[in-house]
């Protein structure tokens, strides 16, 4: 879906995944100040809107998700996982429930994969889940922002934010009076800064909770009977996952930033040596300038400097090896 902001002055558009928002609207590294400083929103409309209604939702979601979510109470936010049999991440769901109503919103497209595993497991249960993609838009208010949320409008308020379901209809009218509209550059900069994963970007087909510290966010250890629990609590005893997420600071004399998927390699074995890791995300922050996370292998020393193709980046870690 195009989002109606696309209209605004300066809007460039986002390509990719984010494709149908806003990427920025001329001036990055304001957007992001405005971000950090609590102002300003983000047009987050092109992401996927899951309902799940009817009297069993909340117990029917405890059984398939990895977070703990039979009692979640009323405007209390949280974040879950669907895993696959083997314990990799498949979907990632950001939630609310309003009472009588589990609101989630999803990773772009991903709703007719999602909304066919709920479906396939409905059984004998009193739900109902539904893309509301087309009727609501998510947009992002941040951290110690003041602008009002109108009534009637779902929140799913975190530390990171306020994330509002707002009728589609609304959108631009509320943009209008309470902008200025933040692009999802400087949103995706922000996310990269406070180590947090995104489905597709820091995940691949293999991925498991451990190696992006989605544990304890997401995943509930308290809790079985999901599927992928297995793996799951294995990995948890041992304590040995086959990679784990770094952050990485990047030589910011580059140019270019490095995409998804430039391989990272020990600096003391230069640019041939072997791939211990891979970019997921880069980005260009206001403050620390050329920023990325990044899988590498678990054993990789914590003070080892890398080449991220032939950029040098040191690393801070987000999950310990």
């Not at 009692?71 to 996982?81: H, R």
């Not at 889940?129 to 208010?141: G, K, N, S, Y």
């Not at 509209?181 to 293999?206: N, Q, Y």
């Not at 040995?240 to 990272?264: A, I, N």
């Amino acid at each position: 879906m195009k989002s109606p902001l696309l209209s605004l002055p300066g809007a460039v558009p986002a390509e990719g995944v984010d494709e149908g928002v806003a990427a920025h609207y001329g001036e990055l590294y304001r957007e992001q100040r405005a971000l950090a400083d609590g102002t300003g929103l983000v047009d987050l409309s092109h992401r996927g809107v899951i309902t799940v209604t009817g009297d069993d939702r909340l117990s029917w979601l405890h059984l398939l998700l990895t977070q703990h979510v039979s009692e979640l109470p009323t405007g209390q936010a949280t974040e879950a996982l669907i895993l696959s049999a083997n314990g990799h991440i498949e979907h990632a769901l950001y939630l609310v429930d309003d009472g009588t109503t589990t609101w989630a919103h999803i990773e772009p497209g991903t709703q007719e994969a999602l909304l066919a595993y709920l479906e396939s497991m409905k059984f004998f249960y009193r739900v109902e889940a539904t893309d509301r993609t087309a009727e609501f838009a998510v947009v992002h208010l941040p951290a110690g922002s003041i602008t009002p949320v109108p009534d009637g409008v779902v929140v799913r308020e975190t530390a990171h934010g306020r994330d509002l379901f707002l009728p589609r209809a609304e959108l631009e009218a509320y943009a209008e009076a309470n902008g200025p509209a933040i692009g999802v550059l400087a949103h995706e900069a922000l996310r990269v800064e406070a180590h947090r994963p995104r489905l597709g970007f820091e995940t691949d087909h293999r991925t498991i909770p451990h190696e992006l510290g989605w544990i304890g966010t997401a995943v509930h250890l308290q809790k079985g009977c999901y599927r992928g629990q297995e793996t799951v609590a294995r990995v948890h005893n041992l304590g040995k996952p086959p990679r784990r997420l770094v952050f990485l600071h990047l030589d910011g004399s580059e140019v270019h930033l490095p995409g998804h998927g430039t391989e990272v390699r020990l600096a003391a074995e230069g640019s041939d040596g072997r791939k211990i890791g891979f970019v997921t995300t880069s980005a260009r922050h206001h403050e620390l300038g050329p920023i990325a996370l990044a899988l590498v292998k678990r054993n990789v020393p914590l003070d080892a400097e890398l080449l991220v193709g032939t950029t040098a980046a040191a690393q801070e870690a987000v999950v310990e090896p």
